[in-house]
Nanobody, 123 residues
Framework: QVQLHESGGGLVQAGGSLRLSCAAS????????MAWFRQAPGKAREFVAT????????FYADSVKGRFTISRDNAENTVYLQMNILKPEDTAVYYC????????????????WGKGTLVTVSS
């Protein structure tokens, strides 16, 4: 079992940057594909990015491609989301999730979720 805790959210102006972190408990972090999802006010949760177990493969939603970068440090049991050129439409609660190696951009494939961290981008 994995417990996930996100941090790094906050208020930032449009065009700015933030780095989110997700710390995982347990000794099996490297066996999970990790992902970030987000949920904007009044909207359904949506996929943001995912990274393979060894960090060699990443996949992004079109809306964040070229602006966001997902990475992981298996020695530190942590996954990151570097967010650059932030836009007001990036405002959301950001969640990290852990799932089996074959998980994709579908949230029902992920077994473990953090409680989220709020990112607010002002215009």
């Amino acid at each position: 079992q994995v417990q996930l805790h996100e941090s790094g959210g906050g208020l930032v102006q449009a065009g700015g940057s933030l780095r989110l972190s997700c710390a995982a408990s347990g000794r099996t972090f490297s066996s999970y594909r990790m992902a970030w999802f987000r949920q904007a006010p009044g909207k359904a949760r949506e996929f943001v990015a995912t990274i393979s177990r060894n960090g060699g493969s990443t996949f992004y939603a079109d809306s964040v491609k070229g602006r966001f970068t997902i990475s992981r440090d298996n020695a530190e049991n942590t996954v990151y989301l570097q967010m650059n050129i932030l836009k007001p439409e990036d405002t959301a609660v950001y969640y990290c999730a852990a799932g089996p190696y074959y998980s994709t951009d579908r949230e029902n494939m992920y077994d473990y979720w953090g409680k989220g961290t709020l990112v607010t981008v002002s215009s």
